[in-house]
């Protein structure tokens, strides 16, 4: 039976990759019928959720009653795990066995610990892949991976989905009323690798016929009339790979993208169906990547109950980061809180030790860190926070990424402030609950420019991530929330919405921030907005195309910057500030705009580089390069901030953040010190401290890696 079931399901497999009719290309975005925000703490019993990722598999179940232990005296309530144990769960093909699992639920349930399972198809069994050689991904060389890694799969791969719903049915099945189960995390963390076989230009071929309809339509939006590569048969559409220079039709890489996003989603999907129609009692949600841009996370989580992601603000690939640098998990936080309507998530990976693979090691941390970073995601909107890992791995390629024990089980530093963290959350449940992040200011983030600016990389030194960070930092620099919104996101709720480089536009896109300014919103965008249609494809309009009627400025010419090393550029403010400047300089011609600042150098030397324009009730304020000073930011956004009518929260020191959640007529305010270094905050009157329960006197002082929760 178990072997006509799998014939079944792989026959299934098949048709929904060859015929486009049976599947949909992409899913309508939330809309606001959207259910009401899952809550996490009532789902977790009522406790904040805090949890450790653990492995019992690969430990002596002797050693298991002794973590269970270590683990309730440091306040964890929570686990996730299982989501690398196909080969224990099933180790041979249809022969299903979680004796030992149940064995590990049994012992960490007596001890108050529920449970996230993981579906384990990140990691595929060997006998899976030595039956059925083909699951393997195939390269852009045509060569298939080899057995060894982990997400070495291809997601259209007949004999794996058959695969994956036989196990993900059978954990289902023996899963669905335990009372220890909470639910479950789908994968982990998805995003390729990219496959290349048949069966995959075969699903994007059919990804494209469901999308356009007929060729016809292909040919006229991708314009494949440049070099005569006109398609006239489906067949013909080849994958994005292995072209002689390294290049391909742009507007066909933009849609392989945005197939790959949807085939991801897909196989999220195929998951959720099994798990929601055998468990529906059992949340389900996925680890995701905070700022990885594979996925539009904006769509993939419109599947999910809550968002999860992992955060390591330790992994530097390049050595350059120290721990005072904390702006990157701040901005992935929020973009995560953002990429499902600003409901609250869990970090399902948060760093517990250095980390470290065969090919790269992270920064160490004062053990403080892991203190401060858990109360970072709290500030940003998160209800659980969940170390990765309990201990250091013996074996394999984790062997040097410490978790929060090391392999000796010693009750180490780090042990001691996950310990003194899980006393605190719990002392903050009745200051937490009902409160969120609220914010009167957006950072759009577009996932098609982001693909854009990957196919056509716009210059050396640009960096999508970084334009974010400008404008981010400088508001958390002012003391002031920030919400992330993607393109089908409302933005009537905010008062100033900042879109860096809106390379790739859509007529939705353009018209909501068109309705944005007219009903009075402050528009600010940026350099290279307004470039390219829906399809990957230049305007024909004046630059910045439809969006120039918005900005009130013409651009008729440009000077990228090629080598940085000579082309030294400033713009000028109106007031005398002077500013150096890069990567991209926009020649504005103001139409209604009036300018802010001119360039300072070249035979450009007074034209225009920032502009303001009235627009209905509101303006817009275009930046026509990258300004590479912090104080032109703060200057810029202080007065968008003050004409917008938001008054600014405490300034922070250097090396401080303030994050605030507000709810259930009470105001949270987050103090974080990333510095080596006593700090005081002015906060005004009337908090008190959350912890303490002490009164403030109008400022707050933080010890080294310190923080403070102050509460009115």
Excluded at 498 to 513: D, G, Y
């Amino acid at each position: 039976m178990k072997s006509r079931r799998l014939f079944l399901l792989a026959a299934l497999s098949t048709l929904l990759i060859l015929f486009p009719a049976l599947m949909p290309a992409r899913a309508p975005a939330q809309s606001a019928s959207t259910p009401k925000p899952f809550d996490l703490i009532a789902w977790n019993g009522g406790q904040f959720v805090y949890g450790v990722d653990y492995y019992p598999e690969a430990w002596d179940e002797s050693q298991w009653e002794k973590d269970a232990e270590m683990m309730q005296a440091a306040g964890i309530n929570f686990v996730r795990m299982a989501e690398f144990a196909w080969a224990k769960m099933e180790p041979t093909e249809g022969r299903y066995d979680f004796a030992w699992l149940d064995g590990a639920l049994k012992v960490l349930n007596a001890h108050g610990i529920k449970a996230v399972l993981g579906t384990p198809s990140a990691s595929p069994p060997a006998w899976l892949m030595a039956k059925y050689p083909d699951i393997a991904a195939m390269n852009d060389q045509g060569v298939r991976y080899r057995y060894g890694s982990r997400r070495n799969y291809c997601m259209n791969n007949p004999h794996f989905l058959a695969a994956v719903q036989g196990i993900v049915t059978a954990m289902a099945e023996h899963y669905k009323n335990h009372p220890g189960v909470l639910g479950w995390q789908i994968d982990n963390e998805l995003g390729g690798p990219d496959c290349y076989d048949s069966l995959c230009q075969a699903a994007f071929q059919k990804w494209c016929r469901t999308k356009y309809g007929s060729l016809d339509a292909v040919n006229k939006a991708w314009g494949t009339i440049f070099w005569g590569h006109t398609y006239s048969a489906w067949s013909q559409i080849p994958l994005p790979w292995n072209t002689l220079y390294g290049v391909h039709n742009p507007s066909l890489e933009l849609d392989y993208h945005r197939y790959f996003s949807d085939a991801t989603r897909d196989f999220l999907v195929m998951q959720a169906d099994i798990l929601r129609r055998i468990a529906p009692g059992k949340a389900i949600t996925h680890n995701e990547m905070g700022m990885f841009d594979n996925i539009d996370y904006s769509h993939l989580n419109t599947a999910l109950d809550f968002v999860a992601w992992d955060n390591y603000p330790m992994i530097d690939h390049n050595l350059t980061r120290n721990f005072t640098h904390y702006e990157d998990s701040g901005l992935g936080h929020d973009l995560m809180r953002g990429s499902k309507n600003q409901q609250s998530f869990v970090v399902m990976e948060e760093e517990g030790g250095l980390p470290g693979w065969n090919t790269f090691w992270g920064h160490q941390a004062p053990p403080e860190m892991y203190r401060l970073w858990a109360y970072q995601a709290i500030a940003h909107g998160a209800d659980g926070v969940c170390y990765f890992r309990w201990r250091t791995s013996r074996y394999g390629t984790e062997q040097y990424w410490q978790g929060v024990l090391d392999q000796d089980s010693y009750p180490n530093a780090r042990y001691g402030i996950v310990k003194q963290t899980g006393d605190e959350v719990k002392r903050l449940k009745g200051v937490l609950a009902g409160t969120q992040p609220v914010s009167q200011v957006a950072l759009l983030v577009s996932p098609d420019a982001r693909w854009a600016f990957h196919i056509q990389p716009l210059v050396n030194g640009f960096d999508y991530n970084e334009q974010l960070h400008r404008y981010y930092d400088s508001l958390r620099r002012h003391g002031a929330n920030v919400d992330v919104v993607f393109p089908q996101g409302d933005l009537s709720s905010y008062k100033i919405v900042i879109a860096p480089s809106l390379f790739v536009f859509t007529p939705e896109v353009v018209r909501e921030l068109t309705d944005f300014a007219d009903g009075g919103g402050a528009l600010v965008l940026t350099y290279r907005s307004g470039v390219k249609d829906e399809h990957n494809v230049f305007t024909d309009e004046t630059l910045p195309g439809p969006l120039a009627k918005l900005a009130g400025v013409a651009i008729h010419d440009y000077d990228p910057q090629i080598d940085p090393a000579s082309q030294q550029q400033e713009i000028v403010m109106t007031g005398g500030q002077r500013y150096p400047a890069k990567v991209w300089f926009d020649i504005l011609t103001p139409a209604t705009a009036e300018a802010l600042a001119t360039y300072g150098k070249g035979y450009y030397t007074g034209s225009a580089a920032v502009t303001r324009n009235n627009m209905g009730k509101g303006s817009v304020y275009y930046v026509g390069t990258e300004p590479d000073s912090p104080a032109f930011y703060d200057g810029l956004l202080a007065g968008i901030l003050q004409g917008a009518g938001i008054a600014p929260g405490p300034t922070p020191p250097e090396g401080v953040e303030i994050a605030t959640r507000e709810g259930s007529g009470r105001t949270v305010l987050f103090l974080l010190n990333y510095t080596a270094s006593k700090q005081s905050v002015g906060v005004g009157q009337g908090y008190r401290d959350a912890l303490s329960g002490a009164s403030t006197s109008g400022s707050a002082e933080l010890p080294e890696f310190g923080v403070k929760v102050l509460v009115k």
